[in-house]
């Protein structure tokens, strides 16, 4: 959907809800934000290079702005990744046949939050994980659900945390949530990049993202940032 349509849906769709007759539709019944339990297999805090996560959950615009509001993430960039980097363009990915999801690359400290706190909040408040190929209005494989792991240990870690939180019926269906190999990450384009931020009034960012950023401030108090990192480290 371009940016131009998707503003016009979404001021159609706000009209709605001030009527009270939008979230009563199917399409808003997803699994609501909760925290879950600590993953039982993760990396230690420690001091070292910063790392890596490369995670797909809907309209990147919601997921990167829940990471810019982390404690301990150092840059989140909003891109494609699953696909060829000759079609890692909006327009191309949006035609949902380039192999790209909409994605998120989090750089972050381990000594402050580790791979698995990072998974945590993604499967707790980013995103609904028992959707595969669609996220809240957006449909297709660009927004399915996805890790994209770098390592074999993110592999295990991500394997092993879902493995815990469909035994524990985390949520009232099994995780839909891929999990695929990192094959290359390319950064979206620039008015892309820190959307929420700077379009807190944009009707689709205030009945989608906005709920996201309150529920991680809400269910994760000490991994919530007042001040979220912005793209450009002279913004951070």
């Known amino acids: 959907m371009s940016k131009t349509l998707k503003q016009g849906v979404w001021i159609a769709l706000l009209a709605l809800v001030a009527v009270g007759t939008l979230w009563n539709t199917p399409g808003r019944s997803g699994e609501a934000a909760v ?3 600590v993953p039982a297999l993760d990396n230690p805090k420690a001091a070292g290079p910063t790392q890596t996560a490369v995670l797909a959950g809907g309209c990147f615009w919601g997921v990167q702005g829940v ?3 982390t404690k301990g993430v150092k840059q989140v960039l909003s891109g494609y990744s699953g696909g060829d980097k000759g079609t890692a363009q909006y327009e191309k990915v949006g035609g949902g046949s380039t192999g790209h999801a909409e994605s998120v690359q989090i ?4 000594k402050e939050i580790s791979y ?3 998974l945590r909040i993604y499967f707790s408040v ?3 994980p028992t959707e595969l190929n669609r996220q809240g ?3 297709g494989t660009q927004y399915r659900s996805a890790i994209f792991y770098a390592d074999a240990r993110q592999q295990r870690i991500a ?3 879902i493995a815990q939180l469909d035994k524990a019926r985390a949520f009232r269906r ?3 949530t891929r999990v695929d190999a990192l094959k290359g990450f390319y950064a979206a384009e620039a008015y892309h990049q820190d959307f929420l931020i700077l379009n807190p009034r944009y009707p689709y960012i205030v009945i989608n993202d906005l709920p996201k950023i309150a529920n991680l401030k809400r269910l994760f108090p000490e991994q919530y940032r007042e001040k979220p990192v912005m793209t450009t480290a002279s913004a951070s």
Do not use: C, T
């Open 35 to 37: 925290v879950l339990p």
């Open 67 to 69: 990471y810019q509001y």
């Open 107 to 110: 750089v972050f400290d381990p």
């Open 116 to 118: 698995g706190e990072i």
């Open 126 to 128: 980013a995103h609904d």
């Open 137 to 139: 209005p957006d449909v």
């Open 159 to 161: 394997e092993s945390y």
């Open 174 to 176: 099994p995780i839909a």
